[in-house]
């Protein structure tokens, strides 16, 4: 059979995508390229907003018009929490839910067209991780590994623990396993990812957290950077700074999840620390960790932000000095506690709100990078384009821009900075590492 992926949302779900991938082909069938007609399409859906949602059935139906005669696969989030409506598009065969994608295989390989089966358990009462693996990630250069799922945070805004379940962590005997195959198959740069990886442990009664596992993935040859994902700021400890600046392989680049820099909104959204709370993770890891760059997530116009409110997390973000910040506007998610929230915002605020955040997180970036003109650093080549310029990116994550005759894509290369345009850095080759 040929398989085609439809993948939205996160970078787990990316991951989830890949590992099912090799699953696929380790069975003796081959993936489709975009372009292609399938026998099998597997959409791998999100329901983080209500937008990803819509974008979600409009690709499930997208499939189908493409090839009415091939086996229609949903999974990921939307499929785990509006299952039924999932099933009742028209021409989808099979709905499995977030934990049993390990499943899809051999429910493929049985489908009969048009006769419909869905899967999905009661994510709320899993309690254990889903082993998934991928050897060979989804660029040269970089791959996700998956070490945690779930969340049990219940932030009033958030659909994702009724989509995901609870936290479940990985052994770490596979997380490094998987590293180690990672690295020989010539990828020197993993990302750990999950939904929720600063709570990596605690089903395990914080014997072993997040900063055991980077202590032994630092152990593995060939890799030359760890990346975390997003992390709260109630993990970064001093404990976890003064055993993470010992660590060489570490990217100093750490995405703090703010959603707002207003301690009011912040009680509101059931976030579980304060801006001071914040402001003391963001000093810890500066003051220990060199060149550090701090990226976040901040949310505009949620259910009774004030123009007070707003005023507050602008000049708290100001303050904070991000390197890069992603901007969102809230959405009304059905099934969220915030749902019921009276004061919901009018959408011309959330404009207004979000295109000054936009500019602010657009002049902090120019700033950061700003720093590094005439500076030397190490960099790795992501992919080239047009008339040799490649593209690239600094282990604190700057964006980067060089020019060269020599085919550099996939290595790693000492650069020096000399302007800043279009967001980029642009950069001198000096000599690959």
């Known amino acids: 059979m040929k398989v085609k992926f439809i993948t939205l949302g996160c970078k787990t779900n990316l991951y989830e995508s890949d590992a099912i991938a090799e699953m696929f082909k380790k069975a003796g069938h081959t993936i489709a390229d975009k372009n292609e007609t399938a026998d099998v399409y597997v959409i791998n859906t999100c329901t983080v907003t209500g937008t990803g949602a819509q974008k979600s059935r409009q690709h499930i139906r997208k499939a189908v018009k493409e090839n009415k005669d091939a086996v229609i696969v949903v999974t990921g989030c939307y499929a785990q929490t509006e299952s039924e409506k999932v099933k009742n598009i028209e021409g989808v065969d099979i709905v499995v839910g977030n934990n049993r994608k390990s499943e899809i295989v051999e429910l493929s390989e049985k489908a009969v067209k048009g006769k419909k089966l869905c899967i999905t358990d009661n994510i709320l009462k899993e309690k254990s991780f889903e082993e998934l693996t991928v050897t060979n990630g989804q660029s040269r250069v970089r791959a996700n590994i998956k070490i945690q799922d779930g969340c049990n945070n219940f932030c009033t805004y958030c659909i994702i623990p009724y989509a995901r379940g609870p936290v479940r962590s990985r052994s770490l005997d596979n997380i490094v396993k998987e590293a180690k195959l990672l690295a020989e198959n010539g ?34 040859d060939g890799l030359k950077r760890i990346r975390l994902g997003s992390i709260e700021p109630v993990h970064i400890t001093a404990e976890f700074t003064e055993r993470a600046k010992k660590l060489k392989k570490l990217c100093p680049q ?113 700033e950061f990078y700003s720093r590094y003109i005439g500076s030397e650093f190490e960099v790795v080549v992501e992919d080239t384009s047009e008339n040799g310029i490649f593209n690239a990116t600094s282990a604190n994550y700057m964006n980067v821009r060089l020019k060269s005759d020599k085919d550099l894509s996939g290595k790693c290369v000492l650069v020096k900075a000399k302007e800043i345009k279009d967001e980029h850095l642009v950069c001198d080759f000096i000599k690959e590492c």
């Open 254 to 366: 750490f995405h703090l999840s703010l959603q707002s820099g207003c301690d009011e909104t912040l009680k509101r959204m059931n976030r579980h620390y304060t801006t001071s709370e914040f402001r003391d993770a963001v000093k810890l890891l500066r003051e220990n960790i060199k060149d550090t760059s701090i990226t976040t997530d901040i949310m505009v116009g949620f259910a009774g932000e004030t123009d007070e409110e707003f005023e507050k997390s602008f000049e708290f973000a100001k303050e904070i000095g991000f390197m890069q910040m992603h901007v969102f506007k809230y959405s009304v998610r059905e099934g969220t506690v915030a749902a019921g929230y009276k004061n919901q915002i009018d959408e011309a605020v959330k404009d207004i709100r979000s295109h000054r955040m936009l500019a602010l997180s657009k002049e902090m970036k120019e």
């Open 187 to 220: 990828f020197f740069e993993v990302v750990l990812t999950g939904i929720h990886i600063g709570s990596y442990g605690r089903d395990f009664g914080n014997s072993i957290t997040l900063i055991d596992v980077l202590e032994e993935l630092e152990k593995v």
